[in-house]
């Protein structure tokens, strides 16, 4: 009697260990695995369009014509504020080492920046009005920069170009005069940016730069000026990277 239940165990156990190792030799079902992340390249040629507002300040030397030429002035305009719209076209390369971005930049801007100041000398018996404005603006810069993933963080600087028109008009002892000069201006300018890559083509773009232009010598209706100007401007634009 203790064989015949015996038998019956032995071979339900004997089943149930084979049923165990069939389940563990069939095929497991896998992990699913996380896709890996691909950083954006930031290497590559770009052209954009970008627009603004500029603001600064005129610096000439007007009023060494006065103290010269006779009394001296109870107003001159050897300085005035400068402001206006700033927008144009740029086109550049980057090249990405790891997260640390470099390249280059050139920008052509059409420009509305000009101020003006009210001027008088001999008891007032010549006034005028002394205008600064600029039509248009480039630079040639370089870039370098630190990014991640796809925002761009960067600093830039380089020679600037100006074109600057000082116009002069008023009346001289009740004789109208005018006057008015171009020059091109060389100078300087340094800013800091960032960049947001929307797609593998489309970057937007904010950026405030500091410039400065040097004076240069015009011909004035009361002698000759020597003027400048400096100018902050802050942009917003659209890249396209190829």
Do not use: C
Request: charged letters at 15%; hydrophobic letters at 40%; proline letters at 3%.
């Amino acid at each position: 009697m203790f064989k015949a239940a015996f038998v019956p165990t032995v071979m339900a156990a004997a089943l149930f260990a084979g049923s165990a190792s069939a389940a563990d030799l069939a095929p497991q079902a896998a992990e699913p695995v996380a896709p890996v992340a691909t950083l954006y390249d930031w290497t590559g040629p770009y052209v954009g369009l970008h627009a603004g507002y500029g603001w600064g300040r005129e610096d000439d030397n007007q009023s060494h014509l006065f103290s010269e030429n006779g009394p001296v002035a109870t107003n001159v305009a050897d300085k005035f504020n400068m402001n206006g719209f700033v927008g144009g076209a740029h086109a550049g390369y980057n090249y990405q080492i790891d997260q640390f971005v470099i390249g280059g930049e050139a920008d052509i801007d059409y420009t509305d920046l000009k101020g003006s100041h009210l001027y008088s000398y001999s008891g007032g018996s010549v006034t005028g009005r002394l205008q600064m404005k600029s039509e248009w603006q480039g630079s040639l810069r370089v870039r370098a920069g630190y990014a991640i993933d796809n925002i761009l963080l960067y600093a830039t600087g380089g020679v600037a170009f100006a074109n600057g028109k000082l116009s002069d008009r008023g009346q001289s002892f009740g004789t109208p005069y005018a006057s008015s000069d171009d020059n091109t201006h060389i100078g300087w300018t340094v800013g800091l940016g960032a960049e947001y890559a929307f797609t593998q083509n489309w970057i937007g773009r904010a950026e405030v730069r500091y410039s400065d232009f040097q004076k240069k010598g015009y011909e004035t209706a009361n002698g000759r000026v020597k003027a400048g100007w400096n100018q902050t401007t802050a942009t917003v634009g659209v890249s396209y990277k190829f």
